[in-house]
């Protein structure tokens, strides 16, 4: 029988934790350590019944523990060195999106890991859930172009107040959040994006001036196609029309339509965050009177996986790709080309001009 990988967390807030408890229960990973700066650590040891060992620094961490691969969930501004030492040590990664704050901080983690031979695999959890499978399935039987309106406002108070005002000391709404939606419209389309706009408002004193806490990107495609998505964090964003999951072309309109996780008070709510519960088919092919053909079909999706379901497939994903030694170019490819169209965005809104993507 095969030792199980020993695997090392850095970051044990929301993501982190629930990383953790997929290893903790998977036979296949053996947690050798938990990384923080803070006492998420031992609120994590505590939640997991573990008794593992705890390190502020992740450096010594590292050189104690020997793992085989890291997974890290911190701000997106410690992931570049934190992935480049990781893969030096030679430890394949799971990472949390995005890959990095940059760009180019990117590039060089991907480009580390074709020299150590190591996995990286990037935290897109949409791409693991079966119903954002079926609604970019349903999205390609519309024709061409399409029109993808979507969008994610959180309402956020208390802790998570807190979180989201540490994250845009790194990164604006659109960018961290949009990174996301922004892969699931590429998928859609499966179209080269070539030009973006984008705008955005700084609405509180608590964030540095040269960020904004609400933002809205447009992007076409090389097809025709177009699409908008909006991110705003705060205590003053509206709930109003806050989960907007909706595409249409030629041949009708695929809205995912979550009545539960999309109500009042849920907006900064991760487990709400993937949640469809339900895909509505609109065909618009209409008769000689211009009426309707056909009715509006609705896809049951309420047997979806939770949160915490999610990040469990995300590591099985992780173990095969180890294990089956999976090619991942065009996984690091994609997780760098949804990152490089939200930088762009991020650069309209600060210049306030169209941005032509190479």
Not at 32 to 55: D, I, T, W
Not at 337 to 344: D, M, Q
Request: aromatic share 8%.
């Amino acid at each position: 029988m095969n030792s199980p990988l020993k695997i090392l967390v850095i970051g044990c807030g929301n993501m982190g934790a629930s990383h953790a408890a997929a290893y903790d229960k998977m036979s296949e990973f053996e947690i050798c350590g938990l990384v923080s700066r803070g006492s998420s650590k031992e609120k994590l040891n505590q939640k997991l019944n573990g008794n593992y060992p705890l390190f502020d620094d992740y450096q010594k961490a590292l050189t104690e523990t020997k793992p085989d691969a890291v997974c890290i969930s911190t701000y997106p501004d410690t992931h570049e060195e934190i992935a480049i030492n990781s893969l030096e040590q030679g430890c394949h990664i799971f990472i949390e999106k995005p890959l990095a704050d940059t760009i180019a901080g990117s590039e060089r983690i991907i480009q580390k890991a074709k020299e150590s031979n190591k996995k990286v695999v990037v935290g897109y959890i949409l791409r693991h859930h079966p119903s954002w499978i079926r609604f970019i399935d349903e999205a390609q039987k519309l024709g061409k172009p399409l029109v993808m309106r979507m969008n994610l406002n959180q309402q956020s108070h208390g802790v998570m107040w807190d979180v989201h005002r540490s994250l845009m000391k790194s990164l604006s709404p659109i960018v961290d959040c949009g990174v996301h939606y922004i892969d699931v419209m590429c998928q859609m389309t499966r179209s080269k994006p070539v030009t973006v706009s984008a705008i955005g408002a700084r609405l509180t004193e608590d964030i540095a001036p040269d960020n904004y806490n609400y933002g809205q990107l447009q992007i076409r495609f090389e097809d025709g196609s177009v699409g908008w998505y909006e991110a705003g964090w705060g205590p003053m964003v509206s709930e109003t029309a806050f989960f907007i999951k909706d595409v249409f072309g030629p041949k009708g309109a695929v809205s995912i339509v979550a009545k539960d996780a999309g109500g009042s008070g849920k907006s900064d709510d991760v487990d709400s965050h993937t949640k469809t519960e339900s895909i509505r088919v609109h065909h618009a092919e209409i008769d000689s009177k211009n009426h309707f053909t056909k009715a509006d079909e609705w896809i049951d999706m309420k047997d979806e996986p939770g949160h915490q379901e999610l990040c469990d497939r995300e590591q099985a994903y992780f173990l095969k790709a180890i294990k089956e030694n999976i090619d991942l170019t065009d996984h690091l490819d994609d997780a760098l080309n949804s990152l490089k169209i939200a930088f762009a965005c991020d650069e309209s809104v600060k210049t306030g001009k169209i941005i032509t993507l190479k």
